[in-house]
């Protein structure tokens, strides 16, 4: 056994030891994953102790990792966003990719690899199902953005139920992708055989018709796909809104500004969005180890407005932070520092909204214009605008 190097709680509990497999710290650990385990470049040392001693909320933090699925290539691009933006504020993050899938977030946790991590609904869903103590160990930092889900078949294939009995692609058989298209499936009735390899793989079979559909999550700006289907065999296929779906997913649409080769020109296809969520692993109220993840949570929401600059993920722009997660079967609770955070912020006036309240209301009154009940939505797209335009 070899003593940890850095205080490490799990379930409120401080842990002294650790197997000497595992290295002599918790980044050594990361180190010997797999390949698709690749670490986000980090700054020069020098660079490093000087952002740290730029913050002194963060001169005694330790070392925090999140983590993103490797497949879904929005949620990866936002870790990699959400750890530039904290280490320029001087808290010392990296960003790991791995699998977030149940099984995967239960590895991560028993072995202290990440502090976050960015979880589709579904994910949640099945690991509240294993462990009903799972939403309190594993609070919500903030909801995100829904993503999109695709299935490209080809034209031949009219509906999603045409698939049943079919080959279809999950993507990689840990990957928040296989686990959200089986459940997809799964709820709207249709029983495919599944198979499991890289996008760019699955791609390469259905093309060579070896395949009968793939399932894409959150590869919005992938190339592969950028490339697929200009001969124009292909689409991506509709999913139809039902009630079955409407407990876990947002409605969604994908365009052919968005999909040129596989959505018709001036056309839009009507499919799901998955949910998703940035979680804090392993931090039960009230433990050390919430207090070290809620100390980073309020550096996060202190610095969201450079999550919004152009060159982040857009997905960054269409967070609600004062969304409330929930689960169907089970409340989904929130890190206390980040339900604080944002109890403070609904408490707090604000003088320009109140004076573009006054001004909206004035207009409504004198000439027809918006009604005052607009002026927090009008007020949110103005400032949205104006962040975008500096």
Do not use: C
């Not at 459940?183 to 996008?199: C, D, I, K, N, Q």
């Not at 940035?278 to 949570?297: F, I, K, N």
Request: charged share 25%.
């Amino acid at each position: 056994m070899v003593p940890y190097t850095h205080p490490v709680y799990r379930n409120g509990k401080r842990l002294l030891w650790h197997g000497a497999w595992r290295g002599a710290g918790r980044h050594e650990k990361v180190q010997r994953l797999p390949s698709k385990a690749a670490i986000a470049p980090q700054p020069p040392p020098q660079a490093q102790a000087a952002s740290v001693q730029s913050s002194p909320q963060s001169q005694a933090m330790k070392p925090f990792s999140i983590l993103a699925d490797p497949d879904d290539l929005s949620a990866a691009r936002m870790s990699r966003d959400f750890t530039a933006v904290l280490n320029d504020k001087g808290a010392p993050v990296r960003a790991l990719v791995g699998s977030t899938s149940p099984m995967g977030l239960t590895k991560v946790v028993r072995t202290d690899m990440a502090d976050f991590a960015i979880v589709t609904l579904d994910s949640a869903i099945v690991s509240a199902k294993a462990d009903p103590g799972w939403p309190k160990k594993t609070p919500v930092v903030a909801t995100l953005a829904p993503e999109t889900v695709e299935v490209i078949a080809p034209k031949e294939i009219k509906t999603v139920s045409d698939l049943q009995g079919k080959s279809v692609s999950f993507g990689d058989p840990d990957s928040a992708t296989a686990n959200s298209a089986r459940l997809l499936f799964s709820r709207l009735g249709v029983s495919v055989h599944a198979t499991y390899e890289p996008l760019t793989e699955a791609l390469e079979a259905l093309a060579a018709s070896r395949r009968s559909a793939v399932v894409v999550l959150g590869a919005e700006d992938s190339r592969a796909l950028a490339d697929f289907g200009e001969d124009g065999h292909f689409h991506i296929l509709a999913i139809p809104w039902s009630p079955a779906l409407e407990s876990v997913y947002a409605p969604a649409r994908v365009t052919s500004a968005e999909r040129p080769n596989l959505v018709s020109a001036s056309d839009a296809v009507e499919t799901v969005a998955e949910p998703m969520a940035l979680v804090a692993l392993d931090s039960v109220a009230g433990s050390p180890r919430a207090e070290a993840t809620g100390r980073l949570s309020r550096i996060f929401f202190d610095s969201y407005d450079a999550l919004l600059t152009g060159e982040r993920d857009p997905h960054w722009r269409d967070v609600n932070l004062a969304a409330e997660a929930s689960l169907p079967n089970a409340a989904w609770p929130r890190l206390g520092a980040a339900q604080a955070w944002v109890d403070d912020k609904k408490g707090a006036s604000d003088a320009s909204l109140d004076a573009f309240r006054q001004s909206a209301k004035a207009v409504a009154e004198t000439s027809g214009g918006p009604k005052a009940e607009d002026s927090d939505r009008l007020y949110d797209s103005l400032t949205r605008w104006r962040g975008l335009m500096q």
